[in-house]
């Protein structure tokens, strides 16, 4: 893989935006392990929130996504790969990143989980803010300015 296609990749797979419009995948292979990754997050998801019986379980799901995403980015950075295998690791890197963002929308299962939440949620809010602010965003950040040429 060239290096400008694995820039590409990287970029498609950093972008916030990334897991509109994609599903989450119905199996995947974590840790050595398939799992039906679409059917688990359905199960959890038909509730309001987790109940304290199924939040190890689902906690457990979330570090294992999580360290699979990781390792597969890897993969992309530093892997001797073709670009169409690191293809199919970003396509399947933005399904975890679909499943993760399902599952931690759903409701804590006690105040305090709440509030950690919320407080993350405002500083990822205040910093985002802030990296506008001093104009550390991208010139393509939505401000419009790019496109009219200035």
Known sequence: MKDFERKQLLERIGRES????MDIPDEIEVQGEEIELQSFVFEIKRRDTIPSGERERVDTAKRNLRRERMERKDRIEEGEISY???DRLANSIIGI?????ALEQL????IEQEQQVKETADKKRWMKFLKKALGHEAADSGTGRA????
Do not use: I, Q
């Open 18 to 21: 990334a897991t509109l419009g």
């Open 107 to 110: 409701g804590p299962a006690n």
């Open 147 to 150: 496109s009219r040429g200035r």
């Open 84 to 86: 169409e295998e690191g």
């Open 97 to 101: 990143d679909r499943a993760l963002e």
